[in-house]
């Protein structure tokens, strides 16, 4: 390892950040990471905070989980590779099949379609989702609806029903067919409906609207996260998702749910689909499925989705899709591990009871601080804070002030993240109580500079 000089010296010179300008990176140097015990992370200059953003929502279970290490390791010794494609297959990924197949049942999951992370499970179920409507002769079936402020990854298909332009704009035009209907987001929405079980049935007409207008038989999927994550954390009413399901069910319509961010216990329930009592046809799974130990990702299919696929006899089933590192053995038995010490230790129990307290700190914060116009969550670790810089008209917060609220955050405690207007927090899902207090605070600091 190069010495503190040396890494500083040549922070981000070699190499560009993802979402961010490289520019912006020269002038304003990343935080050097270099090690994390727990829920907290250490910078190159030894300053040790919580981690609030849990690496980048996956790092569930914290980052001194010995069984996931430990099984990476007898993998790697054991079978550090091999490939899943047609005629072979190794014995981590067919116990990790069957260990998801009993995971997911309540969601009517049967089958999974393993991937290297959560945008390459997005573009799989999109493109499973046109063969499935291909193989039963409704070939026509090939556009996508979404919603505005959902995020899907950043592959092309992802992109295209991706609902934020800041992951649009500048590589356009994107995949044809991609269309988007307002989100259930209280806040800002084209209809100034504040109350979210009127709001979830005017988008829900909406949905029916844009059916109607497109076709019911020209849309192959609508994809949507269960609780809107990187756009803002942005929870729907309890109605939304059946109300989806209902209206995509009656058209004919697969129902894919992303739940890169919201599977295994983030929202207080095990899935996020299962939090609203909702069977989708595909769930996208990624991020906590090997804690963020290793890129690993997995699409879980309904059986009946599965069945139609494994009845053709028209060749039209055959996958003509898949990743070098599809099923990574190495990855598989990090899964394994992951899953069992997940269910042990019940994250989503800790996450709903450790959320509440979260929210509830927030909700003290908005009454001290002027320049917090929203606070969103409320269903487990999954919270926002959206800053303004007058509540009355909501208008934007320059970028200067959510910075400078985040820096002194991180100097006070706790690392946050910023995404445009919001300050986002998905800490590790085996935080404690003294935990929320410290992040909360770092928070009160940060805000408190802010508004001086």
């Known amino acids: 390892m190069k010495d503190s000089n040396f890494l500083k010296e040549?922070?981000?010179?070699?190499?560009?950040?993802?979402?961010?300008?490289?520019?912006?990176?020269?002038?304003?140097?990343?935080?050097?990471?270099?090690?994390?015990?727990?829920?907290?992370?250490?910078?190159?200059?030894?300053?040790?905070?919580?981690?609030?953003?849990?690496?980048?929502?996956?790092?569930?279970?914290?980052?001194?989980?010995?069984?996931?290490?430990?099984?990476?390791?007898?993998?790697?010794?054991?079978?550090?590779?091999?490939?899943?494609?047609?005629?072979?297959?190794?014995?981590?990924?067919?116990?990790?099949?069957?260990?998801?197949?009993?995971?997911?049942?309540?969601?009517?999951?049967?089958?999974?379609?393993?991937?290297?992370?959560?945008?390459?499970?997005?573009?799989?179920?999109?493109?499973?989702?046109?063969?499935?409507?291909?193989?039963?002769?409704?070939?026509?079936?090939?556009?996508?609806?979404?919603?505005?402020?959902?995020?899907?990854?950043?592959?092309?298909?992802?992109?295209?029903?991706?609902?934020?332009?800041?992951?649009?704009?500048?590589?356009?035009?994107?995949?044809?067919?991609c269309f988007?209907?307002?989100?259930?987001?209280?806040?800002?929405?084209?209809?100034?409906?504040?109350?979210?079980?009127?709001?979830?049935?005017?988008?829900?007409?909406?949905?029916?609207?844009?059916?109607?207008?497109?076709?019911?038989g020209t849309i192959a999927a609508f994809i949507m996260e269960p609780v809107?994550?990187?756009?803002?954390?942005?929870?729907?009413?309890?109605?939304?998702?059946?109300?989806?399901?209902?209206?995509?069910?009656?058209?004919?319509?697969?129902?894919?749910?992303?739940?890169?961010?919201?599977?295994?216990?983030?929202?207080?329930?095990?899935?996020?689909?299962?939090?609203?009592?909702?069977?989708?046809?595909?769930?996208?799974?990624?991020?906590?499925i090997t804690n963020g130990y290793f890129p690993f990702g997995a699409v879980m299919l309904s059986e009946a989705i599965a069945e139609t696929f494994e009845k053709d006899t028209s060749g039209k089933a055959a996958i003509g899709h898949g990743y070098t590192y599809s099923g990574h053995p190495v990855g598989a038995a990090a899964a394994l591990a992951c899953l069992a010490e997940t269910l042990r230790l019940k994250v989503n129990e800790n996450a709903a009871a450790r959320g509440a307290e979260m929210m509830a700190g927030l909700q003290v914060l908005k009454d001290r601080f002027e320049v917090i116009g929203d606070v969103r969550g409320g269903h487990g670790l999954m919270n926002a804070l959206e800053l303004v810089a007058d509540r009355d008209s909501k208008a934007a917060i320059d970028k200067a002030t959510i910075a400078r609220v985040q820096e002194v955050a991180y100097q006070s405690g706790a690392m946050v993240r910023v995404s445009g207007n919001n300050i986002i927090l998905s800490p590790p899902l085996v935080l404690t109580g003294e935990d929320v207090q410290v992040i909360l605070s770092a928070l009160e600091a940060g805000l408190g500079a802010a508004s001086a």
């Open 10 to 177: 040549h922070n981000a010179r070699s190499l560009w950040h993802p979402m961010a300008h490289p520019a912006d990176s020269l002038a304003n140097p990343p935080t050097i990471v270099t090690g994390a015990s727990g829920v907290r992370i250490r910078d190159i200059d030894g300053h040790e905070v919580v981690d609030g953003v849990g690496g980048l929502w996956n790092v569930n279970l914290g980052y001194s989980c010995a069984p996931v290490k430990q099984a990476i390791s007898r993998q790697l010794d054991q079978l550090p590779y091999y490939s899943i494609f047609r005629g072979t297959s190794n014995d981590a990924v067919i116990e990790l099949g069957e260990e998801l197949r009993g995971f997911f049942a309540p969601d009517g999951m049967g089958r999974a379609f393993f991937t290297s992370g959560g945008s390459d499970s997005v573009e799989t179920a999109l493109r499973l989702a046109r063969q499935y409507h291909k193989i039963r002769g409704q070939e026509g079936r090939s556009k996508y609806l979404s919603l505005k402020k959902g995020y899907h990854g950043t592959h092309t298909g992802g992109a295209s029903v991706n609902g934020n332009a800041n992951f649009r704009t500048q590589y356009e035009p994107l995949l044809p067919g």
């Open 180 to 216: 988007h209907i307002p989100a259930p987001y209280t806040y800002r929405n084209p209809f100034n409906e504040t109350d979210p079980e009127r709001l979830a049935a005017l988008c829900l007409q909406a949905l029916e609207d844009e059916i109607a207008f497109q076709g019911a």
């Open 228 to 288: 809107l994550g990187a756009g803002g954390v942005i929870p729907p009413h309890e109605s939304f998702m059946p109300g989806v399901r209902e209206i995509c069910t009656r058209n004919g319509i697969l129902l894919i749910a992303d739940e890169v961010i919201t599977a295994f216990g983030r929202t207080g329930s095990w899935t996020g689909a299962r939090h609203w009592g909702v069977q989708p046809d595909m769930m996208c799974t990624a991020k906590a």
